[in-house]
Structures are given as structure tokens and as C-alpha cells.
């Protein structure tokens, strides 16, 4: 479309829940992906000493908690080079979030939100289900993992827990009126253009330096190979993926664009194209290229009724982030919250950089926060 799809995007810290979160189904939508819950230990490549990293309230977290929780990220990012600096900051990123969650913790025994047995056992029947695995099933995969299923369970009671204090604490803080979702509509999609042509393309970029003819020639050689391959019948995805350096993983899919937003050089090369046709080669100062009309089609201007309830529930997440936000930030400030040892200084090591650690179970249900 000539907007681009306002995407539902949340911070790591916000990544919540659906308003319904506490009804049956949404829990079940909510508790699915646990089926893959990371469940590791040391790998044993750093002996850990034990000990406690944080003191929050009357809980403690120890260090080996931190060290298992962030054995698979580390990993990753020493495969990919870091620095010790950067493993510490990881580990503190981590040691923050695990504290978030201990607060949580103690909200839910102060409020008597605990989950039922019977809504855990709900809860691990629907993931069973939705995965398509019989009860037994479910737990060898879990076991196969190496957590003990009873641990599992206490996972998912996590899960329901952590849902309902933000239904019940937070989400009735959340307010979103109808102006506001029409100004977010008028935001995003009020310069519409009225008609015209929207059309869905695909690229072929070659690049070459502009200032090395040796290097212009071969690119654009190259983009003529890719051309008579097309013609002769390959699908342009496929080509694309191997030849171009534009959205290769998507077969040069560049997404759908009206008419008027595209650059003169590019309607010239389409205007003459129907659905399914290739350019010839264009050469650009940027490099050699193909553009390819998946579809055209006469444009429809997105109405309010379209999109409204994916704005208003943006506007809904966005703002459930910030009361959550806000609410951690009160419990940090009325809890007494130590770091110690190794520890002492994470919560300034962490200095709010992505250090991965947004995608990590944390072990205390889904980590959506």
C-alpha cells in the first residue's frame, strides 16, 4: 500500500498481552510458544561459584539462575565475536529482568492472584493441543529438554500469574477514546492520494562503483544473465534470491507502491508492463537493475472501518507498555533491591543497550516483558 502497514511493534520490556489476557482463549494464545521453552544449563565452559546476585525484598536471586538464563544468548553472541564487556552486559540486562520479574512475584502473593491447579492444568492441556501432542507427548518434550515437568508447571503458573496482574493492576489503568484512534488513523493514512495505480514489484539490484567502469560492466553483465534466465522461464523470485542484493530472502519483493511515490525512472520501466512482466535491464549510477510487476491494480484509498481495530489495539499496547513501565518503576522504588558481588554495578552496565536478551525465557513463564 502506499503506507506502509503501521506495524504493532512493542519494546522488549513491553511485549504484552492482548487486552483478553486472562480469559481462557487468550491465556492458551499467550502460554503456545512455551512448547519450546529453553531449558538449559551451564555449558560448562566457565565454572560458575554460586552465590547471590540480587536481593529483592525477601526473594533472592543467585547467580547461577543468571549464568543458566543466559547460557543460549551468550553463546550466540560469542560465536559472533563479543566482548567479555559485552557478555557482562548481558548478564546484567538479564540479572534486571529477573528482578522485574521477582517484583511481579510478589504483587501476585500480595494480591492473591495465584493461578489455580485447575487453570495450569488448562493452560498445559491447550498447548498440548494446539501443538497436537497428547499429554504424554508433551511432557517427554519437555523432560527431553531437561526440565522436570513439575517445573514446567510452575513455568506456566507463572505465565497465568504475570497475565493477571497486568489485567487486573494494569490494564484497567488503560484507556483509548475513539479521537484518539481517529487521529491516529488521520496520522498514518490522511494524505491518501484519491485513484490511481498501486502496484506490487519486485527488484533486481546489481550495485557497482560508479567510478569503476570494470566494475559497471561486470554488474551490469551479470543483470543481463539474470535476465535471460527470467525470460527463459525462471520464476523471478528465484533469481532475485541468488542475484540480488534488494530484499534477496524475499525473492526482491519490494512491497506494493502507488504509482505517484515511485521514482520516474521506475514507473518508465513498469508503465509498459502487465502482472508477471520483467524490465529490461536498467542502468543506474547506483547500478544495473530489473523490476518486475507482480500485479497492478487500481488503487482504494483504506478506510477508517479497515484498520480500526488494529489501531486502537496499538494504541492499546502502547499505552499498557507505559503503564507497566511505570508500575515497575513504583515497585523498584517502595522494594529494597540489592546487587551484590560480580553484580553490584548491573543495573549501570545494562545502560538500556539491546544485548539480546529480549527473546530469553527467563524461566518465570513467557517472558513477554
Not at 553484580?343 to 517472558?367: M, Q, Y
Request: proline share 3%; glycine share 8%.
Amino acid at each position: 500500500m502506499v503506507h506502509a502497514v503501521l506495524e504493532i511493534t512493542q519494546d522488549l520490556s513491553l511485549r504484552i498481552m492482548r487486552r483478553t489476557v486472562g480469559t481462557e482463549k487468550s491465556i492458551r494464545t499467550a502460554l503456545a510458544p512455551l512448547i519450546t521453552l529453553l531449558v538449559v544449563g551451564t555449558s560448562g565452559a566457565e565454572e560458575i561459584v554460586d552465590g547471590i546476585a540480587a536481593q529483592v525484598g525477601s526473594e533472592i536471586v543467585l547467580i547461577s539462575d543468571v549464568y543458566q538464563i543466559a547460557e543460549p544468548p551468550e553463546r550466540r553472541l560469542r560465536e559472533q565475536g563479543a566482548s567479555e564487556k559485552e557478555i557482562a552486559m548481558l548478564r546484567a540486562e538479564i540479572l534486571e529482568r529477573m528482578i522485574e520479574r521477582a517484583l511481579i512475584r510478589q504483587v501476585v502473593r500480595r494480591a492473591e492472584l495465584d493461578a489455580t491447579e485447575a487453570e495450569v492444568d488448562t493452560a498445559i492441556g491447550n498447548i498440548a493441543s494446539e501443538n497436537g501432542l497428547t499429554m504424554e507427548q508433551l511432557r517427554a518434550s519437555v523432560e527431553a529438554q531437561g526440565l522436570p515437568f513439575e517445573a514446567y508447571r510452575e513455568r506456566i503458573r507463572g505465565e497465568i500469574e504475570h497475565a493477571k496482574v497486568i489485567n487486573g493492576m494494569i490494564g484497567a489503568r488503560v484507556r483509548v477514546d475513539e479521537k484518539d484512534v481517529r487521529a491516529l488513523y488521520d496520522q498514518e493514512y490522511g494524505d491518501q492520494p484519491a485513484g490511481g495505480t498501486e502496484v506490487h514489484l519486485r527488484h533486481i539490484l546489481v550495485p557497482f562503483d560508479s567510478e569503476d567502469p570494470a566494475a559497471r560492466r561486470r554488474a551490469c553483465a551479470q543483470t543481463r544473465k539474470a535476465l535471460v534466465r527470467i525470460r527463459g522461464g525462471e520464476p523471478f523470485q528465484d533469481v532475485a534470491a541468488e542475484v540480488s542484493t534488494v530484499k534477496p530472502e524475499k525473492g526482491g519483493d519490494i512491497g506494493w507502491f502507488h504509482s505517484s511515490s515511485l521514482a520516474p525512472w521506475m514507473m518508465d520501466a513498469i508503465d509498459p508492463l502487465s502482472d508477471g512482466g520483467t524490465s529490461d535491464v536498467i542502468e543506474m549510477p547506483f547500478g544495473c537493475n530489473l523490476l518486475h510487476v507482480d500485479e497492478k491494480r487500481a488503487y482504494e484509498q483504506i478506510a477508517y472501518e479497515d484498520v480500526h481495530d488494529r489501531l486502537a489495539d496499538y494504541l492499546y499496547q502502547k499505552r499498557l507498555g507505559e503503564e507497566y513501565s511505570a508500575f515497575i518503576d513504583e515497585l523498584r522504588e517502595k522494594t529494597f533491591i540489592e546487587r551484590k558481588g560480580i553484580f553490584a554495578d548491573a543495573a549501570r552496565l545494562g545502560d538500556g543497550k539491546d544485548t539480546g536478551a529480549g527473546d530469553i525465557d527467563l524461566g518465570l513463564g513467557n517472558d513477554t516483558f
